[in-house]
């Protein structure tokens, strides 16, 4: 099997995310060259050729840059290899090993909540542009949106009555949030007092820019330098709440409760506290 042929043909065909599919693009092209250097045919692809792919990633350097590739570069293009050899070959031919490396637990850095009181009451809403801004970090926080996820909403993803938003996520999955009431109330303020100052034509967008277009994700990076940190405010805040992990990984939509288990470190300290108000011997 032709490898660029079979990479262009996942690329088209499976469900991706765009930035998926862009660092995808680079990561199995660089692959497909790697075979070719070795002849070697993708069907041929079997674990001790991607063992041996992964020792050549863990000895890559970055460009002019010294240092090796990092532990979750190289986790991201044997996913990114796994994937295409999952679509092109089939389940049965993807090894069960990752041959990913160890990378080092990092615990989220989420602001306190008394820092994302201070970030929201920053957006004075003078003017529509003003007013969509407080929306729009309004409900980043309250449903733990990624900045894809909340620029791509469109109108009708908003439901009032239902008070819940709904979401297209990574891979095409959709989600409900629940919509709440600051949230709901900086969102009311914008679509009848912001919104209609800034429409032109027909854009079914959620959030516009003074052009009348959709937002992309560099406006919520100028307005809040790393919107991630609102995510991880989210499910913290959650989790100290009381909420269970499940919830959160649903809220999340992360495929996998794993991913959500970065949190826990949050839920033992909750623990603690409780169990040193309510057992005799604490």
Do not use: C
Not at 178 to 195: F, I, N, Q, S, V
């Amino acid at each position: 099997m032709e490898t660029r042929t079979a990479v262009d043909r996942f690329l088209t065909a499976a469900p991706l995310a765009d930035a998926t599919r862009r660092a995808y693009r680079i990561d199995l092209d660089e692959f497909a060259a790697w075979l070719r250097a070795r002849g070697q045919p993708l069907d041929a692809v079997d674990a001790r050729t991607l063992a041996d792919y992964a020792a050549e990633l863990g000895s890559a350097r970055t460009g002019r840059d010294p240092r090796r590739l990092a532990p979750a570069t190289i986790a991201r293009k044997l996913a990114a290899v796994r994937a295409l050899l999952r679509f092109s070959l089939g389940g049965d031919r993807v090894p069960e090993t990752s041959f990913s490396p160890r990378r080092r637990r990092r615990l989220p850095d989420a602001p306190k909540l008394d820092e994302i009181d201070a970030l929201l009451d920053g957006f004075s809403p003078a003017d529509p542009l003003s007013l969509r801004n407080r929306a729009l970090v309004e409900l980043v926080y309250s449903a733990g949106l990624r900045s894809r996820e909340a620029v791509g909403l469109d109108l009708d993803d908003v439901d009032f009555d239902q008070e819940l938003v709904r979401v297209h996520g990574k891979g095409g999955k959709e989600r409900a949030i629940p919509l709440g009431e600051e949230a709901a109330h900086w969102l009311a303020r914008y679509l009848r007092d912001g919104r209609p100052a800034l429409a032109r034509g027909a854009e079914n967008a959620l959030f516009i820019s003074a052009r009348g277009r959709r937002l992309d994700t560099s406006t919520l990076r100028r307005l809040v330098p790393h919107p991630h940190r609102l995510r991880h405010a989210f499910a913290t805040h959650l989790l100290e709440g009381g909420a269970d992990l499940r919830v959160i990984q649903e809220l999340l939509g992360h495929s996998s409760l794993s991913t959500t288990q970065v949190y826990s470190h949050v839920d033992a300290r909750r623990l603690r506290r409780v169990y040193d108000r309510a057992h005799p011997r604490s």
